[in-house]
């Protein structure tokens, strides 16, 4: 089994690879500790297993694994990779039950408004923080505020909250003019 390794904007987080689909649907999965996995994913208990592991995110087709700072690439990469051969090959599923996000409450006159803006973020947005190794999560809109969180290899980068406000907010004023401000939300 190959599994093609790339970097990230995040130069504590590598990207994984192996070909395969790892989280169906459109689903993601980031687990911020061991502790966090509570027995919903083998995978990410299996690569906690090796020292200097801080962060574990399950992308659909991809893994993003963040290392302590600590921890070397050069040492910690090998074995990374070793857990993923090893636990593809026994062909176990990478995660049990997936956990919604909790969104705020929608007001009903909102409704529409945040139906075009996660539309916006399915298909311009996901799509280009996937290929760094993450994703973003629509969390609530309130008085013209959208509030996300940034995942993976995105959560903790230092590009991140200015990818949020000029990337991000600037697109969604310009196709949704009811936004008025994108806000960070920690998870």
Not at 138 to 150: E, I, P, Q, S, W
Request: charged share 25%; aromatic share 6%.
């Amino acid at each position: 089994m190959f599994i093609e390794t790339e970097d990230t904007p995040n130069p504590a987080t590598l990207k994984f690879l192996p070909g395969r689909t790892i989280v169906p649907g459109r689903a993601t999965a980031e687990f911020v500790s061991p502790d966090a996995v509570g027995g919903r994913s083998k995978l990410a208990d299996a690569l906690f297993g090796q020292p200097g592991v801080a962060r574990v995110f399950l992308g659909g087709d991809f893994v993003a694994v963040t290392k302590d700072d600590a921890a070397d690439w050069s040492a910690l990469k090998p074995q990374i990779l070793a857990v993923l051969v090893d636990f593809f090959v026994s062909g176990m599923t990478a995660i049990e039950a997936d956990a919604a996000v909790e969104e705020e409450r929608i007001a009903p006159e909102d409704e529409d408004i945040v139906k075009q803006i996660k539309e916006l973020l399915d298909t311009r947005v996901r799509p280009a923080v996937a290929g760094d190794g993450g994703d973003i999560v629509f969390r609530g809109y309130r008085d013209g505020v959208v509030r996300l969180t940034m995942q993976g290899a995105c959560s903790g980068c230092p590009s991140s909250r200015a990818t949020l406000k000029h990337g991000v907010e600037n697109m969604l004023r310009h196709y949704v003019p009811e936004v008025i401000a994108v806000e960070q939300v920690d998870a």
